[in-house]
């Protein structure tokens, strides 16, 4: 193995530009059978950005063996010298991008993490967040593990190295086995790559294919295979394992079928509007679950403004079935981001006219429908509703794509806890009071169900993990619940 490149500076993810927001954890990436596979995969990564920007990984693998290369920061800060990819040799590579929540925002704790076993070298990357890791790794450590990480991810190399069976798909299916949560993995040796959904298939996988090459990929989104120029070929199924080598693709099932339960969040916030995730192009179900948020939630207005940039496609349905004219009242600024590093208590206050402002030529005057995708701690809301007051909107009402976030996630999205969530702890008059808007709606379950082609939420048999919002937590809480494994 190559060492790994030295930390870059990397701002604390407690910092002033964070914004209030839940977060995607994590965004994978696998190429089989490409010349410049790290390439490819770089470009992968880069698409997926907005799925972690901390820190960023390529392992990859050719006749030399393997080789890695991880940084802290986005992909283009740590691929940005073309010495980097040119280290990175092979037909094969699997990519990660990271948003640190779980363990400091530490080199050991980049992905993909690589050990080598009886049976050769195993690189691993994983989105998601394993409900019983706590559990597991204790064990493991009683047992004589020794973590060189504190991701939770690491438990399933563990898990994998101890496993009494041969193979390495044996061994991996020993361990997901034993894992519980949310995950999917994508995985490479020597000679295959490993694709693989946890049984209700909470966070997304698909697999597509190069025109030319015939080369695989694993991607988290449909866009990641767009900046390759990549097709589409199918979701990775839930609880599927895919295995990719020179032959072709195989598909094992391992576990007894269950009712899917993919995130719903991925559709209102976390993923790209182009991407197209289990048969849903996004940037549609934004625009419906706008369309059913203006019919349940009208409001006399002369203007719809989307909070930039998640909010647009709902904002622009708002707009279809209302109406009423759709403009860009508040403009962001593309370019704040992760340069600033350590700014005064005053520039922290600033922060939110740093990344978004008012456009008053659109606001003066005029009453405003504001549409965002969620309101999480409030602070953000806030700050946007008084911009636009000052800006000389005469009302402000807002509109929420989602359902209130009353619950934390953990199954792999950073959310903070319940005790910080404003819908956990205000009904729907005080949030209003606090965000300082004349009028605030949010998406009805029902109606959000119904953007997404179904008649509405079924209690009993619910299509998508909604936990953040019902509490309905589909995968068990091993570790907060503090049960232990057998
Ligand atoms: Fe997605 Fe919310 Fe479920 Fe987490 S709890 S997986 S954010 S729907």
Not at 465 to 472: E, I, K, L, M, N
Request: proline share 6%; aromatic share 6%.
């Amino acid at each position: 193995m190559i060492p790994s490149s030295a930390p870059v500076a990397v701002p604390d993810s407690s910092a002033p530009f964070r914004d209030g927001r839940p977060h995607e954890e994590c965004g994978v990436v696998g190429i089989w059978g490409a010349d410049e596979a790290a390439a490819l995969a770089a470009l992968g990564l880069h698409a997926l950005q907005h799925r972690g920007q901390e820190a960023a990984g390529i392992v990859s693998h050719s006749v030399e063996g393997f080789r890695q290369h991880k940084g802290l920061g986005l992909v283009g800060d740590v691929f940005n010298d073309p010495r980097v990819i040119a280290s990175l040799p092979g037909r094969s590579a699997i990519g990660h991008n990271r948003y640190a929540t779980t363990g400091a925002t530490l080199l050991r704790n980049v992905q993909p993490l690589f050990a080598e076993f009886e049976f050769g070298g195993l690189a691993v990357a994983h989105n998601g967040n394993l409900t019983n890791a706590g559990t597991l790794r204790k064990v493991l450590v009683r047992r004589g593990c020794i973590f060189q990480s504190t991701t939770d991810s690491e438990v399933f190399v563990h898990l994998i190295a101890i496993s009494l069976y041969e193979t390495v798909l044996d061994r991996l299916i020993d361990a997901v086995k034993q894992v519980k949560g949310a995950y999917s993995l994508v995985a490479l040796t020597s000679d295959m790559m490993i694709g693989l959904r946890d049984p209700l298939g909470v966070r997304p996988l698909i697999l597509g294919r190069l025109p030319h090459s015939g080369a695989w990929v694993l991607a988290s989104e449909t866009c990641a295979l767009d900046i390759m120029g990549a097709e589409f070929v199918r979701d990775v199924e839930p609880g599927e394992i895919v295995v990719i080598d020179d032959g072709g693709v195989r598909s094992i099932k391992p576990f007894s079928p269950v009712s899917p339960r993919f995130c719903v969040f991925e559709y209102i916030y976390f993923a790209r509007p182009d991407s197209v995730l289990e048969g849903h192009p996004v940037y549609t179900a934004r625009q419906k679950i706008g369309v059913e948020l203006a019919r349940e939630s009208a409001v006399d207005a002369d203007v719809i403004v989307p909070v930039p940039d998640s909010g647009v496609p709902a904002a622009m349905g708002f707009a279809m079935e209302s109406g009423i004219p759709f403009e860009m009242g508040i403009i962001r600024n593309h370019y704040v981001g992760r340069t600033f590093i350590e700014p005064t208590d005053h520039i922290r206050h600033l922060g939110v006219r740093m990344k978004h402002s008012a456009n008053r030529v659109v606001l003066e005057g005029k009453r405003v429908v504001l549409v965002d995708d969620s309101i999480v701690r409030g602070t953000t809301s806030r700050k946007i509703v008084d911009m636009v007051r000052a800006a000389g909107a005469t009302e402000v009402h807002m509109r929420i794509s989602s359902p209130p976030t009353r619950h934390p996630c953990f199954y792999g999205i950073d959310t903070p806890e319940e005790s910080k969530l404003l819908a956990a702890t205000h009904d729907l008059a005080s949030m209003a009071e606090v965000i300082g808007v004349d009028s605030l709606a949010f998406i009805s379950f029902d109606g959000l169900y119904r953007a997404l082609g179904h008649e509405g939420r079924d209690a009993m048999a619910a299509g998508y993990c909604d936990a953040c919002f019902t509490g309905d937590y589909p995968i068990e809480l091993v570790d907060k619940e503090g049960r232990l494994v057998a």
